[in-house]
């Protein structure tokens, strides 16, 4: 496997030392699936009135919160596979900070789509500001691994 083995302690080292610049990636990771696990709660929430938006686009809640819970999932994977390898692998970051900047775009215009003025107007706005800082440092690593500069 020319040196990118996922075994041994130099993982743990690897995945450690890079969690901290990657930190929002994991969260927002974290965010999606908290987001898609509350849909699949027992309680509607597409009745609610700043919902409106969602249901319009998505009919069932609950394949909305399967869907969302996976890409979190994936995008963990995404991030423990490039933070384990020796070589890392930017692009599976910025496809997937572009995903999230969709999604959380995406949210935004639901709920802007309900007429209904809440805390939401503070929060999903700034993710998706969020996860377009995090495609531009999955870039930057990506040119820092072209030069040869990343490890």
């Not at 075994?7 to 743990?12: I, K, R, S, Y």
């Not at 995404?78 to 020796?86: D, F, P, Y």
């Amino acid at each position: 496997m020319n040196g990118e083995s996922y075994a041994g302690p130099g993982v743990w080292i690897r995945v450690k030392h890079r969690f901290g610049p990657r930190m929002m990636e994991w969260f927002m990771a974290l965010h999606t699936i908290g987001w898609g696990y509350v849909l699949l709660l027992p309680e509607e929430l597409f009745i609610q009135p700043a919902w409106a938006g969602f249901r319009g686009l998505f009919i069932n809640e609950i394949a909305m919160g399967w869907i969302m819970t996976a890409l979190g999932v994936l995008r963990l994977l995404g991030l423990i596979i490039n933070g384990a390898r020796k070589d890392v692998t930017p692009l599976i970051r910025q496809v997937s900070a572009g995903v999230g900047c969709l999604i959380w775009a995406g949210i935004t215009y639901c709920y802007a789509s309900s007429g209904v003025v809440s805390t939401w107007l503070a929060i999903y706005p700034l993710f998706a500001v969020g996860e377009l800082v995090n495609i531009h440092r999955a870039a930057h690593d990506q040119g820092e691994t072209r030069n040869g500069k990343a490890g």
